[in-house]
């Protein structure tokens, strides 16, 4: 199973990119997703995930980016994309996407899969 991320670069304060996720290997289109990200000197934060349970489809963000960040998925893909929008100079970090948390938590870095990291850098 691999996971591909793609979509990071340079971008000024009130920009947008358009981060994209592709699995292999397997689906995940019963599965959470997620994206993480990680600025130099501090811990893996959660971003953002999508799951999906009996037809319905769940987002949850975190407090910093609600209302800038849109996390959505294409089961017939397999993948899972995080538009950016109005950045941030403090959304800099490199960004993991991730599949599968395993029940232990959306929200939690203790997912089965991720992918190698995209850099977002934002300039003020």
């Known amino acids: 199973v691999q996971l591909q991320a793609s979509g990071g670069g340079l971008v000024q304060a009130g920009g947008s990119l358009r981060l994209s996720c592709a699995a292999s290997?397997?689906?995940?289109?019963?599965?959470?997703m997620a994206w993480f990200r990680q600025a130099p000197g501090k811990e893996r934060e959660f971003v953002a995930a999508i799951s999906w349970y009996t037809g319905t489809t769940y987002t949850y963000y975190t407090d910093s980016v609600k209302a800038r960040f849109i996390i959505s998925r294409d089961n017939a893909k397999n993948t899972v994309d995080l538009q950016m929008n109005s950045l941030k100079p403090e959304d800099t970090a490199v960004y993991y996407c991730?599949?599968?948390?395993?029940?232990?938590?959306?929200?939690?870095?203790?997912?089965?899969?991720w992918g190698q990291g995209t850099q977002v850098t934002v300039s003020s």
């Open positions: 290997g397997r689906t995940f289109s019963r599965s959470p």
């Open positions: 991730a599949a599968d948390d395993m029940g232990r938590g959306l929200k939690t870095p203790s997912y089965r899969y």
